[in-house]
């Protein structure tokens, strides 16, 4: 509050005070500001008030962080804190911390419950060090236009990459083979090892004879264990909760074409939290390592520039974060 303007209040109380002959305290409380207040303002009279509260800090965000932070998430909510952050850093909109995300969205009404930690799963198999070292496949059922179809698909277990996927009408194990075939032809010199579960398509003869031709190893899961194949397993529930579910396929073809899209969107674009919340295609093409490098960079660059930014303000400057305002207490 400026000066001129706290004297205008003072004035108007003491000619009230000679009209009514109320406490100038009591009538200060009618206006909406405290006793203590009222006792400051008259300790320090003709002189102008001063910020008294946060002092900022140079790592702060600025207010068009946060302005840019809270307009970036408020429609994209859904996602979860880190794959926002991640998003923010990689477009160039807000490059900060997920935890200063987290904190910004709760101070602007925006953030969720943290999820519930579940039980500690079992590890499984060892995890790959390079991209064709292990493939998942696996069949999923796929509900489009009332009817179940099966969705086949093999996946690279280093980058979670969906290699190859198709969607059929039964589930003959012919499907599997098909699909298998169809990634050893993208990638010829691949040696994979290929896990899957012990379903009749996977244990049959003229699918152990396909492993055979094309020189690939192949693992089976544990029965009754679907954590061994579970990079798969949580991919067909993605897929399902963030595309399937949403859709209203119009036929079998239109369901086909959505679903590519879907997938390469997945493989080129979304942000995978076991990949450090980058899509599965950068993994893939070994381009892990530089895009980690450029968001270190990113974060390093903003933080300077935010230390700039508080040290650019003066001491008699417009506070950014003004403190809340006072309630009067009870007389």
Not at 157 to 171: A, C, E, F, P
């Amino acid at each position: 509050m400026s000066l001129a303007i706290r004297q205008l209040i003072e004035k108007e109380l003491s000619r009230l005070h000679v009209l009514t002959g109320i406490a100038i305290l009591t009538l200060a409380l009618y206006a909406g500001i405290s006793r203590r207040t009222f006792r400051e303002w008259q300790g320090r009279k003709e002189a102008e008030n001063q910020h008294n509260g946060h002092i900022p800090r140079e790592h702060w965000t600025t207010p068009e962080e946060e302005a840019a932070i809270i307009g970036y998430c408020s429609c994209r909510m859904e996602l979860g804190y880190r794959t926002l952050c991640w998003q923010m850093v990689d477009a160039n909109i807000a490059a900060v911390s997920p935890a200063t995300v987290y904190n910004v969205l709760k101070r602007g009404g925006l953030s969720k419950k943290w999820a519930e930690l579940g039980e500690d799963a079992k590890k499984g198999f060892d995890q790959p060090q390079s991209i064709h070292e292990q493939w998942h496949a696996d069949y999923s059922y796929v509900r489009v236009c009332g009817n179940f179809y099966y969705f086949v698909s093999v996946m690279d277990g280093y980058s979670r990459k969906i290699l190859t996927w198709g969607l059929y009408q039964n589930m003959e194990g012919l499907w599997a083979e098909v699909e298998l075939a169809k990634a050893k032809e993208l990638y010829p010199y691949a040696r994979p090892r290929i896990i899957t579960d012990n379903g009749s398509q996977f244990i049959s003869k003229d699918f152990r004879e396909l492993l055979a031709l094309l020189e690939i190893e192949h693992t089976l899961t544990s029965p009754g264990h679907p954590q061994s194949n579970g990079k798969l397993e949580r991919f067909h529930r993605t897929f399902k909760c963030e595309h399937v579910r949403r859709s209203a396929f119009l036929s079998y073809e239109d369901a086909q074409e959505r679903m590519g899209k879907w997938i390469k969107y997945y493989n080129e674009q979304r942000l995978h939290a076991a990949l450090f919340y980058l899509p599965p295609e950068d993994v893939f093409q070994g381009l892990k390592e530089k895009r980690l490098a450029e968001r270190k960079n990113k974060m390093h660059t903003a933080c300077i520039n935010r230390r700039n930014y508080w040290q650019s303000l003066t001491p008699d400057s417009e506070p950014p974060y003004k403190p809340m305002p006072k309630t009067a207490s009870p007389a």
